[in-house]
């Protein structure tokens, strides 16, 4: 108790809401994590555009396993196909299959936290119950299941990683809300005699803002592994669209005759994935109050 | 008359932190001595630089904080040229410390007799038997029944007060020359707080300890210390003889100090109820009880902790009724059931002769803007993300009143009601001080036009200056808009300043009530008598 009169009074800078992009900025890992990532989708996009330089799924045999070259500028692979196009198509439908599951997990997961912690009694119960049967399951073989139980197409691959990552949403908001919830501006919200559920949205959501936000990025990178892994193991994006994994998949056999068909569905795998986990860090450290006005650590 | 060399001698020392890239100063040329077996407390407000100067003193400031200047000899070597080996030595064997906080200053999963013996073990100072005679022969010393099985104790078995016997036990096992005791009762009960005070003083005497004594109460250091030492924004300001700087302060910031401290001989605040026709009673509690269900020592097993017995009193119109008592009296508790956020095991709330309880949602929603809350902590009290403007209107948009325009226009009256500037409307919590937040509560808490304004340890947390604005704020706002008072607090000098009518609870039951001049000047009850007498500087009040 005690502790908190004893933050304010030497000297309190005067930052305002503004800089939390430029805080981001100011750490090296999230401005790496921010050009990285930043950069992939930007290829990524391009594969939604029409505007990559062939057609990633175009077949041209005569042209095929052709090492990187001005031409091709990953090569191509064993029916030709221009692997610089297939691996930005790889990265868009990965980035787009990872984006959209964490919605998802966000959404649903954030609502049961929400709901959990603050309501408590039965609702509690059941839904911590039912996140406790979810984490009981390895992911990979959740996903699986889900994938191969649906139609294969990039909307469940999306829908299946979303169950695996919403209960991860649920633990980690449920504590916030269950300690704000007895806190005195909530309190006093409530004397004024104010709904629950508008305190819930209007005063406790907004609060754990910072929470769910650096989750959101941790999830996406490990959306973008999972997402990999079920293609490579053939659950993914059905082909002859592009996917990292399977990409990868499909390079196996071809490594000594032609490695960039590897590397760089490989590379940008590891790209992807170490960018998001970057800019988390430098989100965390951007919003971490602790961590205002300084880089000690 | 020769005076022999000091314990502890610090030279114009200077501390700074690193923030943001930029250096504040926290300490600014500081100069203090020790002399063996001899108490110093060092006084100041929040903030004022004194928890800085005893953690330099131990070279354990925290990150980013460095001495810039000045020297700390400690029986005449300099502590920063010590390597840090040399000073893990002196620290606990040559000085000890107690720290503020008897809650996270203990390592949960470690048995408290353990604790204790590390410090012994650690200086070479016993081992194995030995060392555990000697902890348990420290817990007796301190204060602590059955020593030897309480020894093999867990932290949370213990309470907040036997804890901080324990923190002191293991400050002094290894009879250090110094020990630096940092706020050592703030967290702790006044009954507790001096009973601890007490034991500490006997065991320094008897050691020949010297103390430094950080704290921020004036009347406590004077009442422990022999020489009292005022800090002012990181400088000392005042030094001298304890009763001289209470009878003759010689700067102008202890003298505010002392004005402001509420004490039981400060005047009150407010006017005696007029005689003449009885003001009708806005609220009326009868035989109110609310028991909580709590998880039992066995599998499945719910006891029953009640929290509240059987409390009647009644709030008349106008007028401001104290609740006092310490922690775990019930206080709260009775303070959330009239506020509607905790329902009544039995008992009732009667508003204006309506029971609270009766309430359909829609008149409880009425109810509720009549009966207003400010809470204790000035940091969690207002929405860290709402402006001040948006806090303030907050109520009025809840039901309904006015149009944005008129709504903001109530904000600046508001504001200007609670004397603060109108352009704090668009800060944030963060920018404002701890008494700037609590105008803001107090402000958001009279936009619905309350008759009842329940005030749960409202200026508990604040420094005593703003104590004393803030407390002045309230009579007066009392007497301009007719509010009542429900007014919960632990400070008896404070609840004297402000309250009409006064009753202390203890373990959820009233056991006395009255006037405050009567319940001060003649307690009836054994419990208001030592609650009285424990209040620190009490006896030099009347000096």
């Known amino acids: ?297 | 008359m020769e005076t022999p060399a000091p314990v502890l001698s610090i030279r114009d020392l200077s501390v700074s932190f690193r923030s943001g890239g930029v250096e504040v100063p926290a300490v600014r040329g500081v100069s203090l001595e020790v002399a063996a077996g001899r108490t110093v407390a060092v006084v100041g407000e929040s903030g004022s630089g004194k928890s800085t100067t005893a953690a330099a003193i131990n070279r354990l400031l925290p990150p980013g904080g460095r001495v810039t200047g000045g020297r700390i000899l400690f029986e005449g070597r300099d502590l920063a040229e010590l390597s840090e080996r040399e000073m893990v030595r002196v620290r606990g064997a040559g000085i000890g410390l107690v720290p503020q906080d008897p809650m996270s200053n203990l390592n949960p999963l470690m048995r408290i007799g353990d604790q204790i013996a590390e410090a012994l073990i650690v200086h070479g100072r016993a081992a194995g038997k030995a060392a555990r005679a000697r902890v348990v022969e420290l817990l007796e010393l301190v204060g602590i029944p059955d020593p030897a099985r309480r020894a093999d104790q867990y932290p949370h078995e213990f309470s907040g007060g036997m804890r901080q016997r324990a923190l002191i036990a293991m400050g002094l096992a290894c009879r250090p020359r110094l020990l630096i005791a940092d706020e050592p009762t703030s967290a702790l009960d006044v009954t507790v707080q001096r009973r601890i005070l007490d034991q500490l003083d006997a065991l320094t005497e008897e050691m020949g300890t010297s103390v430094v004594l950080i704290t921020h109460d004036l009347g406590l250091a004077a009442e422990r210390a022999d020489t009292v030492a005022v800090m002012y924004r990181g400088e000392i300001v005042e030094s001298g003889e304890a009763g001289r700087i209470l009878a003759e302060p010689g700067h102008e910031y202890t003298r505010r100090l002392l004005d402001a401290a509420p004490s039981l001989s400060s005047t009150s605040l407010v006017k005696a109820a007029a005689p003449g026709p009885e003001a009708r009673d806005l609220v009326e509690v009868r035989g109110l009880t609310k028991v909580f269900p709590v998880r039992g020592a066995g599998r499945g097993v719910t006891d029953r902790f009640t929290a509240v017995d059987g409390v009647a009193f009644t709030i008349p119109r106008g007028q401001t009724v104290s609740i006092v008592g310490e922690s775990g009296s019930g206080k709260s508790t009775t303070a959330n059931l009239l506020l509607g956020l905790e329902r009544p095991t039995s008992g009732q709330v009667l508003f204006e002769g309506t029971d609270m309880a009766a309430l359909g949602r829609r008149e409880l929603f009425a109810l509720r803007r009549r009966v207003q809350p400010v809470f204790q902590n000035p940091y969690a009290s207002l929405d860290p993300r709402y402006t001040v403007a948006r806090t303030v209107a907050e109520p009025l948009k809840v039901h309904r009143i006015g149009t944005a325009a008129e709504r903001a226009k109530r904000v600046t009256e508001l504001l200007d009601q609670v004397a603060l500037p109108a352009e704090m409307a668009e800060r944030l919590p963060h920018e404002l001080s701890g008494g700037q937040r609590q105008r803001v509560a107090i402000a958001r808490a009279l936009a619905l036009s309350p008759e009842l304004v329940v005030l749960d340890e409202a200026v508990s947390a604040l420094d005593v200056l703003v104590q004393a604005q803030i407390l002045e704020l309230l009579a007066e706002l009392q007497r301009e808009l007719g509010l009542s008072y429900l007014f919960i607090s632990h400070d008896l000098a404070v609840v004297r300043m402000i309250s009409h009518r006064v009753h202390v609870m203890r373990e959820g039951r009233i056991v006395e009530s009255g006037t405050p001049d009567r319940l001060f000047a003649a307690p009836e009850s054994e419990y208001t008598r030592e609650l009285l007498a424990a209040i620190p500087g009490a006896g030099l009040a009347t000096a």
């Open chain 1, 1 to 297: 108790m005690t502790d908190l009169t004893r933050t304010a009074p030497i000297a309190v800078p005067a930052t305002r809401r503004a800089g939390r992009l430029r805080a981001v900025l100011r750490s090296p890992s999230g401005v790496v994590g921010l050009v990285l990532v930043g950069l992939l989708t930007v290829a990524g996009l391009l594969s939604f555009t029409g505007l990559l330089p062939y057609d990633p799924v175009a077949q041209d045999p005569p042209n095929r396993l052709l090492s990187p070259s001005g031409e091709h500028l990953f090569g191509t692979d064993q029916f030709g196909r221009d692997v610089f196009s297939r691996v930005a198509a790889g990265v868009g439908s990965s980035v787009l299959i990872s984006v959209v599951a964490v919605t998802l997990a966000t959404v649903v997961g954030t609502l049961g936290g929400l709901v959990a912690g603050f309501f408590r009694g039965f609702t509690d119960t059941a839904i911590g119950g039912l996140t406790n049967v979810l984490f009981a399951f390895p992911p990979l073989l959740l996903a699986l299941a889900l994938a191969s139980v649906f139609d294969r197409n990039w909307f469940t691959v999306a829908v299946a990683i979303a169950v695996v990552y919403a209960p991860i949403f649920v633990r980690v908001t449920r504590g916030p809300v269950l300690s704000l919830r007895e806190i005195e501006y909530v309190k006093a919200a409530t004397s004024t005699g104010q709904g629950r559920l508008s305190i819930l949205f209007r005063h406790v959501l907004p609060n754990i803002g910072s929470i769910v936000i650096v989750q959101v990025t941790l999830s996406l990178s490990w959306a973008v592994l999972t997402e990999a892994s079920l293609s490579f193991l053939g659950l993914g994006t059905p082909p002859p669209a592009a996917s990292l994994g399977s990409m990868i998949f499909d390079a196996r056999t071809l490594v000594e005759i032609a490695p960039w068909t590897m590397i760089a569905p490989g590379v940008a795998v590891v790209l992807l994935v170490v960018g998001l986990n970057l800019l988390g860090d430098g989100l965390r450290d951007a919003l971490d109050p602790r961590n205002r006005g300084g880089r000690a650590r």
